[in-house]
């Protein structure tokens, strides 16, 4: 790991972090692995495991989160469907009838694919990827394989979460970039005929991924949401690809232990005064440098 110094903003901000006691959106990393080669992903270069989380692991987070009306995201960098114990993660999470599960998805499915047990297992939200409306532009995306496939996964799914007469919310989403603003007409037109919702949405930039410095604001991700990778590491952000912003471990400590931790309580100290440069994560981000924070509450 790399050593972290701390370093001084460009600016001082004003703003500060809301205090939220318990997090009202636990992301757990089930598996690492991924079927797609987004090109602006560093999925492809992550080293970390194992490959899956152990079963113990999920339960003892989901067990000790119930009864809180928690949004859970089975993923984080991967593609979920990839777990064959989705359904089962899925079905275990929603014993909690306040609980509600949502998950992003490149709808890359495979033959061993349960989709059937995926909606029969109660998921709330599904939001699928898609970043183009033709094979041409859609091959820029680096996702792989055939559109068409892709696009008749999705139109699966529906079909199934119709049959089922599940309340799931399905949304497909183009990420706006480039390559794809030619056919977003045609994209938003075709997916509001098939889905609930159809968007564009922006590319964010993955921390470390060419920025030579940081952002001095705030940042709304350690506001009211937890992630944990597969090894039960807790980190401060999804985005951590390479275990630079670790916060804790589920396997020693708890949920509300990591969260109220002090060096949880220090990086939103820091993260609150925009200090992002004290956080090796942090340090080679600019997330939400657009973001309009005058009306942040205090932390």
Same mark, same amino acid.
């Given at each position: 790991?790399?050593?972290?110094?701390?370093?001084?903003?460009?600016?001082k901000t004003?703003?500060?972090?809301?205090?939220?006691?318990?997090?009202?959106?636990i992301?757990?990393?089930?598996?690492?692995?991924?079927?797609?080669?987004?090109?602006?992903?560093?999925?492809?270069?992550?080293?970390?495991?194992?490959?899956?989380?152990?079963? @113990?692991? @999920?339960?003892?987070?989901?067990?000790?989160?119930?009864?809180?009306?928690?949004?859970?995201?089975?993923?984080?960098?991967?593609?979920?469907?990839?777990?064959?114990?989705?359904?089962?993660?899925?079905?275990?999470?929603?014993?909690?009838?306040?609980?509600?599960?949502?998950?992003?998805?490149?709808?890359?499915?495979?033959?061993?694919?349960?989709?059937?047990?995926?909606?029969a297992?109660? %998921?709330?939200?599904?939001?699928?990827?898609?970043?183009?409306?033709?094979?041409?532009?859609?091959?820029?995306? %680096?996702?792989?394989?055939?559109?068409?496939?892709?696009?008749?996964n999705?139109?699966?799914?529906?079909?199934?979460?119709?049959?089922?007469?599940?309340?799931?919310?399905?949304?497909?989403?183009?990420?706006?970039? $480039?390559?794809?603003?030619?056919?977003?007409?045609?994209?938003?037109?075709? @997916?509001?005929?098939?889905?609930?919702?159809a968007?564009?949405?922006?590319?964010?930039?993955?921390?470390?991924?060419?920025?030579?410095?940081?952002?001095?604001?705030?940042?709304?991700?350690?506001?009211?949401?937890?992630?944990?990778?597969?090894?039960?590491?807790?980190?401060?952000?999804?985005?951590?690809?390479?275990?630079?912003?670790?916060?804790? $471990?589920?396997?020693?400590?708890?949920?509300?232990?990591? @969260?109220?931790g002090?060096?949880?309580?220090?990086?939103?100290?820091?993260?609150?005064?925009?200090?992002?440069?004290?956080?090796?994560?942090?340090?080679?981000?600019?997330?939400y440098?657009?973001?309009?924070?005058? $009306?942040?509450?205090?932390?």
């Amino acid at each position: 790991m790399e050593t972290l110094t701390p370093v001084q903003p460009k600016e001082k901000t004003s703003f500060k972090l809301p205090r939220v006691l318990f997090p009202k959106i636990i992301q757990i990393e089930t598996t690492v692995l991924c079927n797609s080669a987004c090109t602006f992903c560093p999925q492809n270069e992550m080293t970390r495991g194992p490959r899956f989380m152990e079963e @113990w692991i @999920w339960k003892k987070i989901v067990d000790q989160t119930r009864g809180r009306g928690i949004t859970y995201r089975p993923f984080m960098i991967n593609e979920p469907f990839v777990d064959p114990n989705l359904a089962k993660i899925i079905a275990y999470i929603k014993e909690d009838p306040t609980a509600i599960v949502e998950f992003n998805s490149y709808a890359h499915m495979t033959a061993k694919t349960d989709i059937e047990g995926i909606i029969a297992a109660g %998921g709330d939200i599904v939001r699928f990827s898609i970043d183009g409306f033709t094979q041409e532009t859609y091959n820029q995306s %680096g996702r792989g394989g055939s559109l068409e496939r892709m696009v008749n996964n999705v139109l699966k799914f529906i079909a199934e979460r119709d049959r089922q007469g599940s309340s799931c919310h399905i949304e497909v989403r183009m990420i706006n970039m $480039d390559f794809n603003k030619h056919e977003r007409e045609d994209f938003l037109k075709f @997916w509001n005929e098939h889905a609930d919702e159809a968007i564009i949405t922006d590319l964010y930039e993955w921390p470390w991924t060419g920025q030579t410095t940081f952002e001095p604001k705030p940042c709304l991700k350690v506001v009211e949401e937890m992630f944990f990778m597969t090894d039960g590491q807790a980190t401060l952000c999804c985005w951590d690809s390479h275990e630079r912003g670790i916060i804790g $471990d589920i396997r020693t400590h708890s949920v509300e232990e990591i @969260w109220l931790g002090v060096k949880m309580q220090q990086y939103k100290q820091w993260l609150s005064k925009g200090e992002r440069g004290n956080i090796l994560l942090c340090s080679k981000c600019d997330a939400y440098k657009n973001h309009d924070f005058t $009306d942040f509450e205090g932390y």
